[in-house]
């Protein structure tokens, strides 16, 4: 049986999306799993009553204590034992459940993640990978894994490399992509571009032989569905990540503001509104849930703090998907190859 925990009172609008998120999610479910919500009992009984589910379809494990977003990470965790996120990681690592997912702080997260999961044996770092839009004009709409989005802001160039390794082992086996091609995030497709990280970077990609190693790519390229693992440090790729988001979502808005200049356009929006809603979800990073940790010794995903209930959904998707390809195991088996 896989059991995910949910830390219901994690995020901007929680309770009510992570509880709406994990009804919705209940279609994922068989015989073989079961989703676990630790918060406010009383309220999330109310919750699940009023997005029409009924109160066997989840076990809850009531808490009085939440880790708020202004919170110190190291200390509200050890001092509030009694929060959704504390309990949520503590009964993780006691194999209570098989996979954690939260919208709530990340540094708080980060602290469950390091010292009370721990990393895999031979992990220098985990890293959070997220999934991101691409369209082929071979495939059409395609995902690929950024990596990483915020954990390691500041990371040597063997972290970087191993990498490399993790998002492959992530699109390999979670995401069923054959011989996903990995690239590297840098000013110039040329070798010698960069800074010291990626010029010092690049020939130990090369010479990891487990990988489909493509080279570098500029940033404008990312979108292009030419690769499917994307390598940087977590603050380039955080930049990367909401300038991508900011870009879709304002381009959405001049669309819409093209559609409304007159009657005749007004009408042109009522003809294309399929095709543009589906350009919207495309862009939307609530479709495409959270960032999974790669290199803890057990699932966890990391939801967006404004997450709405479609990615609390997704996120559900992704820890249950990590649990049925055995993910943790196929890194741990590739990290002890690899030394």
């Not at 996120?85 to 702080?105: P, Q, V, W």
Request: aromatic share 4%; with cysteine; charged share 25%.
């Amino acid at each position: 049986m896989i059991r995910i925990g949910i830390d219901a009172m994690g995020g901007d609008f929680a309770p009510e999306v992570a509880i709406e998120g994990a009804v919705m999610s209940l279609k994922l479910l068989n015989k073989e799993s079961r989703i676990v919500l630790y918060g406010d009992e009383t309220r999330i009984r109310e919750l699940i009553k009023k997005h029409g589910a009924n109160e066997s379809d989840f076990d809850i494990v009531a808490t009085t204590q939440v880790i708020e977003m202004g919170d110190h990470p190291a200390k509200a965790f050890i001092a509030k034992r009694d929060s959704s996120m504390t309990r949520g990681f503590n009964d993780l690592a006691e194999g209570k459940i098989d996979g954690f997912a939260s919208a709530g702080s990340t540094g708080a997260m980060m602290v469950g993640s390091m010292q009370v999961i721990k990393p895999i044996e031979g992990v220098i770092r985990p890293v959070l990978a997220t999934l991101i839009p691409t369209i082929s004009p071979e495939k059409g709409i395609q995902r690929a894994v950024l990596m990483d989005v915020g954990l390691n802001v500041d990371a040597k160039p063997e972290v970087l490399a191993q990498y490399g390794l993790l998002g492959s082992i992530y699109a390999k086996s979670a995401l069923q992509m054959e011989n996903p091609r990995v690239a590297l995030l840098n000013i110039g497709a040329e070798s010698e571009k960069g800074n010291e990280l990626a010029k010092n970077t690049y020939p130990l990609l090369q010479e990891t032989k487990s990988i489909n190693f493509v080279g570098n790519m500029e940033g404008r390229e990312v979108l292009d569905g030419n690769v499917d693992v994307v390598v940087c440090d977590g603050f380039d790729g955080n930049i990367l990540l909401k300038s991508t988001e900011g870009a879709c979502l304002n381009m959405l808005k001049l669309v819409k503001r093209a559609f409304m200049a007159n009657l005749v356009s007004k009408m042109g929006a009522l003809l294309l509104k399929k095709e543009v809603m589906k350009l919207k979800g495309l862009m939307d990073y609530n479709n495409y849930g959270g960032a999974v940790l790669l290199g803890a010794n057990k699932t966890i995903v990391k939801g967006h703090g404004s997450s709405k209930a479609e990615a609390v959904y997704q996120c559900i998707k992704q820890a249950f998907n990590m649990e049925n390809n055995n993910l943790c195991e196929a890194i741990r088996q590739a990290i002890a190859e690899q030394n």
